[in-house]
T-cell receptor, first 115, second 115 residues
């Protein structure tokens, strides 16, 4: 069965420092991986996706994510955090090999960036 | 505004009543999804439409839940005989079907409170 795990409920980082939000996945076939962000009182917004190709994918707002097949991970990263990055981040996976259209989301990681 | 819209934004109802939510996707998007999100959790997939056809339903979608997309444009989600456990944020998302890898665009959600 498909699953996504975000092992950290919360990540705290100081402004200007690099940040990492962790995600591991489990699918039976080739994964399509996504990161979404949810700001207070706003809908989820797409950040980036991994389909195939380069293991490092770049997305919106300076975020990037590294796909690691051997570790089944897709960690979200940013070289220099901003206070405005404080939000709830969701990792998601879709297994196209199953032929379905279901996207499985993790439980989310709340990021706090302190000035 | 050309984003995904949902109506109403908030709904308070008494247990046992029926409720209906509406989602208007981005106009050129032929894929539409419904999710449910409870506090501290990521969105849980409920159902998926491609045009007017409902192609996948989660086992979370009990017999009390029904969704329609009659003309392949807007969609409705109805919950009959609401229960307190139905209290959640109901999210709608849409996407294009240009390729198999797609990002979903989410609406602001409808927050349901069952008293």
């Amino acid at each position: 069965a498909q699953s996504v795990a975000q092992p950290e409920d919360q990540v705290n980082v100081a402004e200007g420092n690099p940040l990492t939000v962790k995600c591991t996945y489990s699918v039976s076939g080739n994964p399509y991986l996504f990161w979404y962000v949810q700001y207070p009182n706003r809908g989820l917004q797409f950040l980036l996706k991994y389909i195939t190709g380069d293991n490092l994918v770049k997305g919106s707002y300076g975020f990037e994510a590294e796909f690691n097949k051997s570790q089944t991970s897709f960690h979200l990263k940013k070289p220099s955090a901003l206070v405005s990055d404080s939000a709830l981040y969701f990792c998601a996976v879709r297994d196209l090999n199953t032929g379905g259209f279901k996207t499985i989301f993790g439980a989310g990681t709340r990021l706090f960036v302190k000035a | 505004d050309t984003g995904v819209s949902q109506d109403p934004r908030h709904k308070i109802t008494k247990r046992g009543q029926n409720v209906t939510f509406r989602c208007d996707p981005i106009s050129e998007h032929n894929r539409l999804y419904w999710y449910r999100q409870t506090l501290g959790q990521g969105p849980e997939f409920l159902t998926y439409f491609q045009n007017e056809a409902q192609l996948e339903k989660s086992r979370l979608l009990s017999d009390r839940f029904s969704a329609e997309r009659p003309k392949g444009s807007f969609s409705t989600l109805e919950i009959q005989r609401t229960e307190q456990g139905d209290s959640a944020m109901y999210l709608c998302a849409s996407s294009l079907a240009r390729d198999r890898a797609y990002e979903q665009y989410f609406g602001p959600g409808t927050r349901l409170t069952v008293t």
